[in-house]
């Protein structure tokens, strides 16, 4: 019997601290095939997946040498940064078995093809994997901001926002054992409560152009599937 999809289309912010592992920056290879796999399973169920992927694992391991750095300087150190991961995730998904493409907002024609709107859409259209690296391609916009604005240009249903957390608690889940995490919020809610879901510029944008955002744990084995059937998994942002 084949699983009735709530979403056909999902952007996928993965952050690129969740590339590390355990390991204090740099990319674990058995941590990015296990997340590779968690995609897998939707691509499986004829889901179309767009990814935006930060930069954190690599540009943060730098960071004290980017100390006193002009900030556009050390914004467009941390694009490169992603477009590194986004090429490792490429390389992670051709060894499982999924077709996928990169598309920069930095032009960098000889590892990654230029951002083009209609480009990545047949792409999805086509059942491909669409990694977008290097942001916004501007500087003083976060990866965060990039999901939201790729999101909403390729018509997805919903931003996913993949976390070491499973979803938004009332307080700290590490610190608090008695947090309790949110099923749904609404997104004045969210600003009422002070959550901090995703940075304020990707947040506003996501309300006022109402689209919902979930967020949940890609270390949960089944978490991603799960928001893609509608199941009780991570935390729903919505109007």
């Given amino acids: 019997m084949s699983q009735v999809k709530k979403y056909n289309r999902i952007l996928l912010k993965l952050s690129g601290e969740a590339l590390m592992g355990d390991d ?3 990319i674990n290879r058995a941590t990015i095939d296990r997340i590779v796999q968690e995609i897998k399973e939707v691509v499986d169920l004829g889901v179309q997946v767009a990814v935006v992927i930060g930069g954190g ?16 300087t050390a914004d467009y150190m941390g694009m490169l940064a992603t477009v ?5 995730l490429q390389d992670a998904m051709r060894h499982a078995g999924i077709v996928s493409r990169v598309q920069s907002a930095l032009t ?5 093809e230029p951002y083009i709107r209609g480009k990545a859409i047949r792409y999805l259209e086509e059942g491909k994997v669409v990694i977008f690296g290097a942001g916004t391609g501007n500087p003083f916009f976060t990866t965060d901001t990039a999901a939201a604005l790729r999101g909403m240009e390729v018509g997805a249903d919903i931003v996913l926002k993949a976390t070491k957390v499973d979803g938004v608690y009332t307080d700290d889940p590490k610190k608090n054992p008695d947090a309790v995490r949110y099923q749904t919020v609404t997104f004045d809610e969210a600003i009422g409560r002070n959550l901090k879901v995703m940075d304020a510029t990707a947040f506003a944008l996501c309300r006022d152009q109402k689209m919902n955002i979930c967020v949940l744990s890609i270390f949960k084995s089944g978490a991603l599937k799960r928001v893609v059937l509608g199941e009780d998994e991570g935390t729903l942002v919505h109007c």
């Avoid at 694992?57 to 556009?72: E, L, Q, T, Y």
């Avoid at 590194?84 to 490792?88: F, I, Q, S, V, Y």
């Fill in 57 to 72: 694992n690599i540009f943060r391991g730098v960071a004290p040498a980017a100390s006193g750095m002009d900030r556009a």
């Fill in 108 to 112: 960098i024609q000889q590892v990654a």
């Fill in 84 to 88: 590194m991961n986004a090429l490792a």
């Fill in 24 to 26: 204090s920056y740099g």
